[in-house]
């Protein structure tokens, strides 16, 4: 599943499918840094990445911002002094999406 970050996010409303386990089984190896979160009984896929300082934090922050609005698909990030936490799920689903893994695969790309 390497060519995750070819796809493009297709547009996904409430009722949509979640991923099933197996899918996220076949998923999973092209995003291997990226843990499986769940919180309030919604999972999310989840990846902090390291930076030198704020400066660097930031930009990546940016970075994540312009695919999501490329894509029309939205993270939750958290940027902090050396470090950028970003968390993907689909909130129209509460729950995982092809989507997410789609924007996980490119946000690895940004690094």
């Known amino acids: ?7 493009k996010c297709e547009a996904c409303r409430a009722g949509a499918p979640m991923v099933t386990d197996e899918e996220i089984e076949k998923f999973k190896p092209a ?3 990226w843990g499986i979160l769940e919180i309030d009984g919604v999972k999310r896929l ?12 930031l930009e ?10 490329e894509e029309g698909h939205h993270p939750s990030i958290l940027t902090e ?6 968390s993907w799920w689909t909130h129209a689903i509460e729950g995982l999406h092809i989507n997410d893994f789609i924007m996980a695969s490119k946000t690895d790309a940004l690094v």
């Open 60 to 69: 990546f922050t940016n970075k994540v911002g312009t695919i999501a609005e």
């Open 81 to 86: 002094w050396g470090k950028v936490t970003v």
């Open 46 to 57: 989840v990846r902090v990445f390291k930076f030198k300082n704020f400066i660097e934090a």
């Open 31 to 33: 995003i291997p840094d």
């Open 1 to 7: 599943m390497k060519d995750l970050r070819k796809r």
